[in-house]
């Protein structure tokens, strides 16, 4: 639900990338535990489809590991959204310390968490996978065919969120406002006041 919107997709390297994925991001001030979540099991879901649907793994996620696993630390040990550590923070600004501001036991902790992190949307994202896995063989062999697919092409196989994100909502207001027009009586109102001005300066 929460994940940013897909905007476009391709096969067609990009420099060391062999394809590349464009979202819409949302506008926040604040991010929730439920929402950074969505998002680690988005960004799971590349891995996960090629152990699913090839039956092997490669090296073409390290990118979308390093990813979950910076954020998984940062929401266990920064953020306190840990069932097992919760309302903790165990950021240190202090650029001379050399130890860490926690115990080895409580790192033991941090580690287990992340791992039942990222294993849970991990698992999550081969759950939602498999349920889809016709709607994925279907775009897969899309995308094969032109090597690149929009937005509209997924909601042609997948149909349309059934949720709003907050930049759709935005985008769609700004298309619904129309500009306010200049009538021609304002502009001879303001031509009159302008000459007034000019009349009352001159008698002055």
């Known amino acids: 639900e929460h994940a940013n919107p897909l905007i476009k ?7 060391r990338a062999l394809g590349a994925a464009w979202y819409l991001p949302e506008e926040r001030q604040i991010t929730t535990k439920e929402q950074m979540l969505d998002e680690m099991c988005a960004t799971l879901g590349g891995r996960a489809a090629e152990e699913l649907f ?12 390093e990813r979950v696993t910076k954020q998984s630390y940062g929401m266990i040990a920064y953020a306190g959204m840990s069932e097992k550590l919760p309302n903790l923070c165990y950021y240190s600004n202090d650029e001379y310390s050399f130890s860490k501001p926690y115990s080895e036991r409580t790192a033991e ?7 039942r992190m990222i294993n849970e949307q991990y698992d999550r994202a081969k759950a939602i996978l498999s ?3 016709d709607g994925h063989n279907e775009l897969a062999r899309l995308l094969v065919e032109k090597e690149v697919i929009f937005a509209e092409d997924v909601e042609r196989i997948f149909g349309k969120r059934p949720w709003t994100s907050r930049s759709e909502e935005i985008m769609a207001l700004e298309a619904t406002v129309k500009p306010v027009e200049v009538t021609e009586d304002f ?4 031509s009159s006041d302008s000459e007034e001005k000019e009349k009352e300066k001159k008698e002055a």
Not at 9 to 15: A, F, K, Q, S, W
Not at 55 to 60: K, M, V
């Open 9 to 15: 997709v391709t096969i067609v390297p990009r420099g």
């Open 54 to 65: 090839t039956g092997h793994i490669s090296t073409g996620a390290m990118n979308d590991l």
């Open 109 to 115: 902790l941090i580690d287990e968490e992340v791992k």
């Open 131 to 133: 349920e889809h896995k």
């Open 187 to 190: 502009e001879e109102k303001k």
